[in-house]
């Protein structure tokens, strides 16, 4: 069970009352996508990871302009630098949980959200972020994640060094 789940539902509920009521209460929430409307063109990125998303956390619901925002500022990362400083490694790591609580859940998610963060980084590396095509990303992924997934900078430098050598 996630372990942040309870506090993004808990904001969502507060903030949606924003909208269902005339008492106003301040409450801001990244994965409303009333205040945060969807992009007019979804960039094939984008879709790619969502496809993917959903399949890898089942329990999501939805995603707002805020994910599609976060998710463009993390693809801008250079993922192939091999060493970070402490404020790099921070930069990123925020950057991946303002992704993942800009969308909605169902549910809580199964993983804690350092598995999901991990996830994440994994099939950034796998796919080129997000740039190949998703049966390219699923042979892959098959041989290299489920045994890597231990080490978020070791996946993803087992996942770089592996995806080159193709």
Known sequence: MSDRYEKWQEKAEKHDLNHT?????????????????????????????????KEEIPEVKSYSGKTEENFEELMKEDFSVKERTGTEKAKIRYRLIWLI??????????????????????????????????????????????????????????VQKKWRKR
């Open 21 to 53: 009521t005339v008492k106003r209460n301040g409450q801001k929430d990244f994965s409303c996508t009333i205040c945060h409307q969807l992009s007019e063109i979804m960039r094939k990125e984008f879709k790619r990871f969502w496809k993917w998303y």
């Open 101 to 158: 609580e800009s969308m909605r859940y169902d549910k809580s998610p199964e993983k804690m959200t350092k598995e999901i963060i991990e996830t994440v980084l994994g099939m950034i590396a796998a796919s080129n972020k997000f740039t190949k095509r998703e049966k390219q990303q699923e042979t892959f992924t098959e041989n290299i994640l489920p045994a890597e997934q231990k080490d978020t900078v070791r996946i993803t430098e087992v």
